[in-house]
């Protein structure tokens, strides 16, 4: 599509920073990022939304989050994946694309930023196992709320 801003990045018609590209998907960093690592995954065929796309090109979209979370250092610590979708959605641009984020602790919908504790077979045990204090005891000590 000739109006389309992401077809015309893809075409090299506009530049971009390209972080991965492969037969199906283009990627390369927002140029206004909300995290250390802010990269915008597209399809190479056009589509609006998540409402148009087809089996192949979720999988191709999925395949390539995590070779991107790989090669951008947040797979082990953690990202989120996006994809906004029509007006009320917050879709910016009508191609659609997912937005990875990571490289730090990320804030919820709620402004509250949480990390999760690895937890252990032993504290699953606790937790799902154990009485309400139990529980309760192990949450205050292990998750802190920021």
């Not at 996006?82 to 694309?97: E, K």
């Not at 990571?102 to 690895?118: E, M, S, T, W, Y």
Request: charged content about 20%; aromatic content about 4%.
């Amino acid at each position: 599509m000739s109006d389309c801003l992401f077809c015309r990045i893809i075409a090299g018609e506009i530049p971009s920073n390209k972080v991965y590209e492969n037969d199906r998907v283009f990627a390369f960093r927002d140029i206004n990022p909300q995290a250390p690592v802010h990269v915008l995954i597209v399809p190479k065929k056009h589509m609006d939304n998540v409402l148009q796309c087809d089996g192949e090109t979720a999988a191709a979209l999925t395949d390539a989050v995590g070779v991107i979370a790989r090669q951008e250092g947040v797979a082990a610590s953690g990202f989120r994946v996006i994809s906004n979708c029509g007006r009320d959605g917050a879709q910016s641009v009508n191609h659609l694309h997912v937005h990875l984020l990571g490289g730090k602790a990320l804030q919820r919908a709620d402004g509250i930023i949480h990390n999760v504790p690895r937890i252990n077979r032993d504290d699953a045990h606790i937790i799902t196992q154990g009485t309400a204090s139990e529980s309760w005891a192990f949450c205050r000590r292990n998750i802190k709320v920021l």
